[in-house]
């Protein structure tokens, strides 16, 4: 059973940058590909940022590109999501996912098997 565990979260003000990390434990790390999502109050959860394990490509929503990397470390069983220029429409309860090697639509919550706790990021204007 694998498990996800986030971490990094925070109250920051606008313009700043956090990074969330992601431990990833029980299975072999780098046989899944790896999202971020999140979700804010009285909103559906949406697609953040994810890692495709087969094609090495990474992929963003269109309201995080060019503030926002995803990055993993094999080593550490640990993906990560560099925030920067956070905006305060980027507060939300954010949650890393595992989705298995072959699965391609990684802008989709289905296409992930284990998810994290959440953490939570808030950015003051």
């Known amino acids: 059973q694998v498990q996800l565990v986030e971490s990094g979260g925070g109250l920051v003000q606008a313009g700043a940058s956090l990074r969330l990390s992601c431990a990833f434990s029980?299975?072999?790390?780098?046989?899944?590909?790896m999202g971020w999502f999140r979700q804010a109050p009285g909103k559906e959860r949406e697609f953040v940022a994810a890692?495709?394990?087969?094609?090495?490509?990474?992929n963003f929503a269109d309201s995080v590109k060019a503030r926002f990397t995803i990055s993993r470390d094999n080593a550490k069983n640990t993906v990560y999501l560099q925030m920067n220029s956070l905006k305060p429409e980027d507060t939300a309860v954010y949650y890393c996912?595992?989705?298995?090697?072959?699965?391609?639509?990684?802008?989709?919550?289905?296409?992930?098997?284990?998810w994290g706790q959440g953490t939570q990021v808030t950015v003051s204007s």
């Open positions: 890692m495709s394990l087969s094609s090495g490509s990474t």
């Open positions: 996912a595992a989705a298995p090697i072959g699965r391609v639509w990684l802008a989709q919550p289905r296409s992930y098997d284990y």
């Open positions: 029980g299975r072999t790390f780098s046989s899944y590909s």
